[in-house]
């Protein structure tokens, strides 16, 4: 029994992780807390040293704690949390509400321009959500928009944030694959652009087939005159645009890191709330507490991840994925590469974005740096697919916030939503959106150029 237990323990391991993960605790402590307690077992069994403990601080300090990448994460989250806090999001929307008055599902639309926006700047999905659910929200169901129309743009919306770039999800994929994060970023920003302009010509249809369902803006609302409409667009829609060209600009033109980048960011979402008269020491206490809560989330699951990942890999749980899919038949490139898509989009339904990733790509990352898409990408260079891949698993991730039962977007919106709309309408309402996103992912899969093209040409994969 012992010697069966001793060969199948990573096999094990994995299954209690699967398991742990719906017990209610932190993420992070159940990865770090499985990952000690198969050690344990496996110094019981004789497959583990207990020397080997010691070289988790190592890995720790030097991969998660030490890594000049990851400084990049609480200067993003702090920038969105300020942006947020300090009402500019909510100018933004209003302003954008005015811009597309003309449009079929105008309102419907700004709401995703408005998401495409808070994505690029931010780059926190549960940020966006709340924001969008409290101000939009409100305003389409009293204008009479259709229920799940309303519910399903908003939480699709704020999806954006976890692909456009600055995408924090982007940083965590780069580092535990070791691609860089600039050219990630650059690879990103089409296919995200690609899923916004998918959602605006999907509620532009809806709009003029069924005008009912998303009724115009009423002339009587919005600026007056043509210098209070220039006045609103200089002082609430031109300041944020310009951040974002300033952050994203600054990486593809290679004038600074992702990091450099990310503190420039922080900067000018300080300046921004100055000029809006909104800094105080309250206001900071606020956005610094929310940052650091969020902050701490996040490295506590690097942690645990990071020692979950060593004990895994030390009992043999790479080996146990290749003989898994062997014994399935599953050699070819391409049929590895679609049974991981296909295992990411499961997973959507139970776990977290970061959960998946910590989980999948510790497990599949070294198989896949030995797989040939060279014919179909054009490069033989593993950097070359892995920043394909990585843009290929973000796409596919986005479903994982809209899928029920466990769809982190849909807990955001269950707790704010308004008497008029139910459940139903929400998981109704995001089904077309998941469909949307399953489209984006096959176009990305087969259009390689959407993800390439941009950081060949800036040089950033040259």
């Known amino acids: ?53 010691l070289n988790l601080l190592p890995r720790i300090w030097g991969g998660v704690a030490s890594n000049p990448v990851l400084v990049a994460i609480p200067m993003f989250i702090f920038m969105g949390m300020v942006l947020e806090k300090s009402g500019i999001a909510e100018e933004v929307l209003a302003s954008l509400q005015v811009l597309t008055r003309r449009v079929p599902g105008g309102l419907a639309m700004s709401v995703t321009l408005m998401g495409t926006i808070m994505a690029a700047t931010t780059g926190i999905v549960g940020a966006s959500v709340i924001m969008l659910s409290l ?17 399903g743009t908003i939480a699709s919306a704020g999806t954006l944030g976890i692909l456009i770039p600055p995408s924090i999800m982007l940083v965590v994929m780069g580092d535990l694959l070791q691609v860089s994060v600039g050219p990630l970023f650059a690879a990103a920003l089409i296919p995200g652009l690609v899923l916004s302009v998918l959602y605006l010509t999907y509620q532009a249809f809806i709009a003029t087939i069924n005008p009912k369902c998303a009724p115009a803006l009423p002339d009587a ?6 210098t209070a409409f220039w006045l609103m667009i200089v002082r609430s829609f031109l300041p944020p645009t310009f951040l974002v060209a300033l952050v994203l600009g600054s990486i ?20 921004l709330a100055i000029a809006k008269s909104k800094l105080s020491m309250r206001f900071l206490n606020e956005v610094i507490h929310a940052a650091g809560l969020t902050n ?15 004990v895994f890999r030390s009992l043999g749980g790479d080996d146990l994925v290749k003989e898994v899919m062997a014994a399935a038949g599953i050699t070819g490139a391409w049929e590895i590469l679609i ?72 807990f955001c919106m269950r707790g704010i939503l308004p008497p008029p709309l139910t459940m139903v309408d929400l998981y109704r309402g995001i089904l077309p959106f998941v469909v949307l996103q399953m489209i984006g992912l096959i176009l990305t899969l087969t259009l390689p150029d959407l993800a390439l093209w941009l950081p060949r040409t800036t040089g950033l994969l040259n």
Not at 259 to 267: D, F, K, S
Request: glycine share 12%; with cysteine.
């Open 1 to 53: 029994m012992s010697a069966w237990l001793a060969q199948n323990l990573s096999l094990i391991m994995f299954a209690a992780l699967g398991v742990a993960l719906f017990s209610g605790f932190p993420v992070g402590f159940v990865l770090g807390g499985v990952g000690v307690l198969f050690g344990a077992i496996g110094i019981a069994l004789d497959v583990f040293m207990p020397v080997q403990f």
């Open 135 to 151: 101000i939009a929200l409100p305003s389409m169901l009293a204008r009479g928009y259709d229920k799940s129309l309303a519910a």
């Open 221 to 226: 609302e919005g600026p007056k005159t043509a």
């Open 252 to 271: 593809f033109g290679g004038w600074a890191t992702p990091t450099e980048a990310a503190g420039v960011g922080a900067m000018g979402a300080i300046v």
């Open 296 to 310: 701490a989330m996040v490295f506590l699951l690097f942690c645990g991840a990071t020692m979950f990942a060593y």
């Open 339 to 410: 049974f991981v898509q296909v295992v990411v989009f499961i997973l959507g339904f139970f776990f977290d974005w970061i959960e998946i990733s910590l989980i999948v790509l510790p497990l599949f990352g070294p198989l896949l740096r030995e797989v040939d898409f060279s014919a179909h990408l054009g490069d033989p260079r593993g950097v070359v697919f892995l920043t394909w891949f990585v843009i290929l698993l973000a796409v596919n991730l986005q479903t994982s916030f809209l899928t029920p039962p466990f769809g982190f977007t849909l």
